[in-house]
């Protein structure tokens, strides 16, 4: 009996001793791969500085040519992706922010920031939108598979070298998920002149929402809007524009009624009417746009998809108000669930958006209900709007739309109890 207690006790021993060393292993094969990693990604960015002072250098010597500064951007942004470790305020993305800044300088002479977000496929819409704006722009790009980032940084290099305006006045972040692994491939790097569009260029208008990773718009919003410089800021869709001249027509806005908008409350939200169009146009004013109306070529946004989403805007007495030359506030509009306008407001009271929502449903409404328990008014602009390109047609969703709504839905039940505990006093509901 002792000597089978004394065995159990020795062979127990023996195998808690073997398991430590397995585990002291494992430990230090893990640390081994760490540091294998670290010293790798080092080697790396040594590589590139290296060759950066190779180009950089040669453009010292001699007048610089356009493929040599598309070769220095693309290796600055491949060292930007290789030393990024940012993560977004749910953990879940990580982000480069200015992967691409705007040249052009002076943030105090402008008032107001367009804030998008995108995929690589559908940043051809930029270059309609440059023909009506000329104000910066803070556009996040999200890429969901690493193998992609060659490609997404190329079509960046495009876009920047051989568009003015983009060069000009965007700015660009990129963001992908933490659980996906970067790969960067020069091999992949393109040879492009700027009088013919790449052959690889990445140019559809499939739907972000046909991915396994689910689209996480809000994420990509809030990160666009933080490093928007402006006071003010415009948070829109990729495909979608404002109304000519809005950008200097909005400076002047705020210059003429200066006073009137330090008595207002700070929490006032500047409601952009929002349409959609059929029309191959992108260039309108507001006497266009109602002529369009007329003929059936532009309709107000979501009339069939979601008429309650935007009618509150209230179209019909925006239509009637009189013609003036100037951009000012027409009425004021009252809240009313599910009403998710487009609108102005002054980033630094706006709340950002909640990172919970993602694909179809709820991630824009769920900012407005925030903006209303605190406080905002909604003062509806009387010639500025947004116009969508192409009408937005029931059956033109995908398949998961619905699906993906009711999950949202469940979300927002939990977001609103956070919202009535978080604004006790407001005595407002959504």
């Known amino acids: 009996m002792v000597s089978s207690i004394w065995r159990f006790i020795v062979t127990g021993n023996i195998m808690r001793k073997r398991c430590r060393l397995k585990y002291m292993v494992m430990l230090l094969g893990v640390v ?20 950066l002072n190779v180009v950089l250098s040669g453009r010292k010597e001699q007048s610089e040519t356009a493929l040599q500064g598309i070769q220095a951007d693309r290796l600055r942004l491949i060292k930007k992706v290789l030393k990024t470790n940012y993560l977004d305020s749910t953990k879940e993305y990580v982000f480069v922010q200015n992967i691409l800044s705007r040249s052009m300088s002076g943030n105090g002479s402008h008032v107001l920031t367009i804030c998008m977000h995108a995929t690589a496929n559908h940043l051809h819409y930029l270059t309609d939108l440059m023909a009506v704006w000329t104000g910066p722009v803070s556009v996040t790009v999200f890429t969901h598979h690493g193998q ?11 876009y920047k070298h051989c568009f003015e305006n983009i060069s000009k006045f965007v700015s660009f972040h990129i963001a992908y998920p933490v659980s996906i692994s970067i790969e960067v491939k020069p091999s992949n790097v393109w040879n492009f002149e700027c009088e013919m569009e790449p052959e690889h260029l990445i140019r559809n208008d499939s739907s972000n929402f046909k991915s396994k990773v689910p689209y996480p718009h809000n994420v990509l919003r809030n990160i666009a809007i933080t490093f928007a ?16 001249n809005l950008h200097s027509q909005f400076e002047q806005f705020v210059k003429r009624r200066q006073s009137l908008l330090s008595d207002m409350s700070s929490k006032v939200a500047f409601v952009l009417p ?28 979501y009339q069939f998809a979601c008429r309650d989403c935007h009618s509150n805007t209230d179209y019909d007495l925006w239509e009637k108000l009189p013609s003036i030359s100037f951009l000012d506030i027409g009425y004021n509009a009252v809240f009313e669930r599910p009403w998710e306008p487009f609108f102005i407001a002054r980033k630094q009271d706006m709340p950002l958006y909640d990172g919970r929502f993602k694909q179809y449903g709820f991630n824009r409404f769920s900012q407005i209900c ?9 003062a509806v602009m009387n010639n500025a709007f947004v116009i969508h390109r192409g009408f937005k047609e029931p059956e033109s969703f995908h398949e998961t739309k619905d699906l993906e709504h009711r999950q949202n839905e469940l979300v927002f039940k939990e977001f609103e109890a956070e919202l009535k505990l978080r604004y006790q006093g407001s005595g407002r509901n959504c």
Do not use: C
């Open 32 to 51: 081994g791969i760490i540091v294998l990693f670290e010293i790798l990604q080092k080697w790396r960015l040594e590589v590139i500085d290296q060759q």
């Open 148 to 158: 992609d980032i060659t490609d997404l940084l190329e079509n960046l290099l495009y």
């Open 274 to 301: 929002a349409f959609e169009s059929s029309a191959p146009v992108s260039v309108f004013n507001k006497g266009k746009l109602l002529d369009h109306w007329k003929r059936n070529l532009v309709r107000p946004f």
């Open 229 to 244: 410089k402006t006071p003010y800021i415009l948070s829109l869709d990729i495909d979608m524009i404002p109304s000519v």
């Open 370 to 378: 925030e903006m209303h328990m605190l406080g905002y008014s909604f």
